[in-house]
């Protein structure tokens, strides 16, 4: 059984995160809809405004916040918000080359960073058993 790195997400981070998400949806989206010769524009779902907030309050656990007010109001009130967001700007139609433009470096970056923490657990990982130390 392997170990979890355990290192807490910085409040930024995950504020970026339900961001992120939806780019790089949008991103696939756009580009499988370029691909297909679908129309020159895409529309915000308020969907993909709600997997975006659950991504993030599935992360808010691993955040280290910093005030006891953090945890509340940024916690739950920035979800809500954006949520609030998604569903007033359901229909907004954008153009399919700026959304695949944003997003596709979008799912790079965090390809990238996926793979970068994954080497760096794993290797984390193979120190504490060499110390002996196992998972704790």
Do not use: K
């Not at 918000?81 to 399919?96: E, Q, S, T």
């Not at 470096?105 to 793979?115: E, G, K, M, S, T």
């Amino acid at each position: 059984m392997l170990c979890a790195s355990g290192r807490p997400l910085r409040v930024s981070t995950w504020l970026a995160v339900p961001f992120l998400f939806g780019s790089a949806v949008l991103g696939l989206t756009g580009l499988a809809g370029l691909l297909v010769g679908a129309p020159r524009d895409i529309a915000l779902s308020s969907p993909l405004f709600g997997a975006s907030v659950a991504v993030g309050a599935a992360g808010s656990g691993m955040v280290a916040w910093r005030a006891a007010w953090q945890q509340v109001w940024l916690r739950w009130g920035y979800p809500t918000g954006l949520f609030g967001v998604g569903i007033a700007v359901d229909g907004v139609r954008l153009p399919v080359v700026g959304v695949v433009a944003v997003g596709i470096p979008v799912v790079v970056l965090l390809v990238a960073q996926y793979v970068s923490e994954r080497r760096r657990t794993a290797e984390s990982s193979d120190e504490q058993f060499a110390a002996g130390r196992g998972c704790q």
